[in-house]
């Protein structure tokens, strides 16, 4: 419940002490000395997840005396003349007393369970809310006290992170699959304690590093010196170790917008902070040698992406010494019971606040009443500060750097002496469980399938099967399509990767086949060359290398109706190199075949078409070189095994910019020409908007060739939303030989949709998109196209642009049953085209928090 606060001006008064009053006073101190003391120690920990619990209130039941915890949830309280119980409470948490023994040096421990109740508004009664002029102090002050305003800053980094299993109830304990581990269940509970609820520990890691940081420009690197990894379903723990450190544990609430999980949730020290949130002012206390006001925190809708709990601000500075801050399960996010963010800062000696402690918890929830949730667990602890030290730009290249000895086995030992502080006794169990858990046959059997269904490929030891939705699949050419492939990964070679996939169309009685080879040459600088060589059949502008990322869309075109589907062989070599931070280049060439499986044919020159006679053509080959620039300055890569990941962009766009020469006579090649492409990708953080994604791209190809070597414009006729394509024109619809276009998808979140009575209970969030393309075709490309094959078919026509841009705008509701996303898509121009679509729903399958 939230509390009825009065607001009413206050007075102090202040009173000398003369010599006199001391003496007495020191007098009295002397004689009670001897009185018996009782002291109480202990520590406070969260009943659901075992995590200590910073900034609890402990006191004398009855009394103000008393304390509250540290960031490690410990405390040490002390009375003359004790009551006969200790309280602890802490808001968000039911209060707790426990009996205590008087005139004794003891030991009480509190699990405090979390307390759900609704909020309710604050009823101010007079005057303004006195935290509001220590908020806009803080304000004041941001310059003052940011880790942003410092020229660097260094420090060394223990991390802790843990992934358990939680809320196991009696139930889900009696399933066949659970009754095999019993003996492990039997035994959880000593993990959060007799009173605590049980949990099923996953995965434990620690690591220490090296995290360094420069403000102009912008650059941060952090160096994983040393890493312990226990998990059950962690085979290499490559992609783990680079996620372990505190680079995605940074957390700064004098900026406007915190991330979390890829969500902006904004801060309560935001600009207008008034705006988001209600404010109370409960409490002024000392926090070590600063004395502090604790003010308490509500979003004004329970459903914004908005945090709940208490801050304690410095008197003197207006600086954030503490925060504690949650979200809950009411707020639009998919699968989150609560986050829990808890910081402690400590000043540097310029003034500015650096963050010394650390601890975030996820609750992730059961997706059904018979499952069990997950609670992830992450720790940080930074000392040894040193600022206004940058470092040259080059040192911070690589955003992540692990030491090559980084996962080496070290005895307990010497981890003792790399811990900030020890492991308590049920952390150190944790260890020895999970490698209980690991040698369960039937927890090996779900691990891989679970591995199986993320990835899509099943790992059989050093290969792995797949992709598993290609397997089977139908349309018109091939008819029922039957595939298989493999791939090798690390655990064969941290070097070299093979590859090979082969397929049969019962129809077109025609095998497909694949096979690549690449070698990583350099990790740190990432570089690979790879070859590969394929024959398959696909449709007409659909790019695999660009629409690599997007597999779904990739299996659902292989789909239905194959228009404009053609056969190719094609060999293709390339040679891939980060040069510095951001910037990568590619070369590579490409020997291609055009085989259509449907009408198609061209003039070999555009004076052809007016000849009477002339001969058509319906193949033709292509060999081409292409070097392509890529600069992203703050795109952040991980390696998962033998292959890079990228995690996205963050403020800066990524620029992209690609020279195609393709050369008469090379392999039989039929045409020379020249191709010139950029793009501009950018994300657009837009606050209470929420976020933005723009594309901005244009190609020149300034030579004579066939329609398939111009630029294809990517239709779509299946039922599958893809944000590459312009989801209401079909394939093959439009060509061009010059275009620019412009992408744009802003996701509004709950914006509207949570205001709306009843239906934001359904947590919907509004998205919006904008596709339009400008583009022409020169009159000699347009001779080109030739209406007749060479057997006397009537091919399929192919358009272009008339002057006029093509248009389609959308709207739509993402989020449906926390899975899925449907759009309703507006096509605006060239509607008097044949079998164009006004209109069209288009859907697809996401998993987003």
């Given amino acids: 419940m939230r509390p009825q606060i009065s607001y009413k001006k206050q007075f102090s008064l202040k009173i000398r002490v003369g010599f006199f009053p001391l003496l007495v006073f020191l007098l009295l101190s002397v004689s009670v000395s001897h009185a018996q003391e009782t002291i109480i120690r202990g520590k406070v920990t969260d009943a659901g997840s075992g995590d200590p619990l910073p900034f609890v209130n402990v006191v004398f039941k009855g009394t103000t005396i008393g304390g509250t915890t540290d960031f490690d949830g410990k405390f040490v309280i002390r009375a003359l003349k004790p009551t006969d119980s200790v309280v602890a409470s802490y808001i968000g948490y039911k209060p707790r007393a426990k009996k205590i023994r008087k005139g004794v040096d003891q030991v009480v421990n509190f699990q405090l369970e979390e307390e759900k109740t609704n909020l ?88 220490v590093s090296k995290f360094y940081y420069r403000e102009k420009p912008q650059l941060s690197t952090e160096t994983i010196l040393r890493s312990k990894i226990n998990g059950v379903g962690i085979d290499d723990g490559t992609m783990v170790t680079q996620l372990v450190g505190s680079t995605f544990q940074e957390y700064n609430f004098y900026q406007n917008w915190v991330t979390i ?19 109370d002012l409960l409490d002024s206390l000392y926090l070590g040698d600063d004395y502090c006001y604790r003010i308490d925190f509500y979003p004004k809708s329970p459903l914004e992406l908005a945090f709940t709990g208490s801050m304690w601000i410095t008197k003197k500075e207006y600086a954030l010494k503490q925060i504690d801050a949650s979200i809950g399960k009411s707020a639009n996010v998919n699968f989150i019971d609560r986050i829990k963010i808890q910081q402690e800062l400590t000043k540097t000696e310029s003034g500015q606040w650096l ?15 018979n499952s069990v949730g997950i609670l992830a667990k992450f720790y940080t602890s930074n000392k040894n500060f040193v600022i206004n030290k940058p470092h040259e730009q080059s040192f911070y290249e690589r955003r992540i750097n692990v030491a090559e000895d980084a996962t080496v086995y070290e005895e307990e030992k010497y981890w003792d002496t790399l811990r900030h502080e020890p492991l308590s006794t049920t952390e150190r169990n944790v260890y020895q469980m999970i490698d209980t858990l690991k040698n369960i046959p039937v927890v090996k059997t779900y691990t891989e399938i679970f591995k199986a269904i993320v990835d899509g490929y099943y790992s059989l030891g050093k290969v792995e099967v797949g992709p598993y939705l290609r397997t089977f699949t139908w349309n018109s050419v091939e008819g029922f399509r039957i595939q298989g492939g493999f791939k090798t990964n690390s655990k064969y070679s941290k070097k070299m990767m093979y590859g090979a996939m082969l397929a049969y169309g ?58 404009r589907a053609y056969y190719f062989n094609e060999v293709f070599p390339q040679f891939k190199r980060e040069f510095f931070k951001g910037f990568s280049q590619r070369f590579a060439f490409r020997y291609h075949t055009f085989e259509p499986a449907y009408p198609f044919a061209y003039y070999r020159e555009p004076s052809d078409a007016t000849v009477p006679g002339a001969p058509t053509y ?17 795109e952040t890569y991980i390696q998962n095994g033998n292959e890079r990941v990228s995690l996205g962009l963050r403020k800066w766009p990524a620029i992209t910019f690609r020279y195609t020469r393709g050369v008469e006579g090379l392999f039989g090649s039929d045409y020379d020409y020249n191709k010139f492409r950029l793009q501009v990708d950018k994300r657009i953080r837009m606050g209470l908007l929420g976020v933005g994604f723009v594309t901005i791209a244009g190609e020149y190809i300034p030579d004579k060739l066939p329609y398939p070597l111009l630029a294809v414009h990517l239709g779509n006729q299946s039922f599958l939303y893809s944000q590459y394509a312009y989801n209401l024109m079909n394939f093959g619809e ?98 008097d085209r044949p079998d164009a679509r006004a209109f069209g729903v288009v859907a697809t399958v996401q998993f987003k928090l």
């Fill in 120 to 207: 309710q508004e604050v009823v101010v009664k007079a005057g303004e809310n006195p935290a509001w002029e220590i908020l806009r102090g803080v304000v004041r002050n941001r310059e003052l006290n940011d880790k942003r305003k410092l020229e660097a800053y260094e420090y060394d980094v223990y991390t802790k992170t843990e992934v358990d299993i939680d809320n196991i109830t009696d139930k889900f304990k009696e399933r066949k699959v659970m009754k095999k581990i019993a003996a492990v269940l039997d035994s959880v509970d000593r993990i959060v304690g007799e009173d605590g609820k049980p949990v099923l520990p996953l995965f434990i890691t620690e690591s």
């Fill in 261 to 279: 999980i890829n969500k902006n949730f904004v801060s309560p020290l935001a600009d207008g902070w008034r705006l988001y949130y209600d404010y």
């Fill in 355 to 369: 963050p010394l402690k650390n601890r975030v918890l996820i609750n992730i929830s059961e997706l059904s009443k």
């Fill in 506 to 563: 019962f129809d077109d009685h025609r095998v497909k086949a694949s096979g690549f080879a690449e070698r990583i040459m350099d990790r740190k600088k990432w570089t690979t060359f790879n070859i590969s060589a394929r024959t398959d059949i696909i449709r007409l502008s659909i790019d695999d290398d660009l629409l690599s990322n997007n597999q779904l869309f990739l299996t659902a075109v292989r789909w239905g109706n194959y228009r």
């Fill in 618 to 634: 319906s193949q033709f080959q292509s060999s081409e070189f292409f070097l392509e620039s890529r600069y992203a300055r703050d």
């Fill in 734 to 831: 439009f060509v061009s030989d010059r275009y620019v276009t412009i992408r744009y998808r802003q996701f509004l979140e709950g914006l509207f949709l949570n205001r709306i009575p009843l239906m934001n209970k359904l947590k919907w969030r509004l998205v919006a998109t904008t596709n339009i393309i400008y583009g022409e075709l020169s009159a000699e490309n347009r001779q080109m196209i030739a209406s007749q094959t060479p057997d006397g078919q009537s091919t399929y026509p192919t358009g272009y642009f008339s002057g006029t841009p093509y248009v389609e705008v959308g709207w739509g509701v993402e989020n449906i049953f926390h899975f899925f996303r449907v759009d309703f898509v507006h096509r605006l121009t060239y509607l």
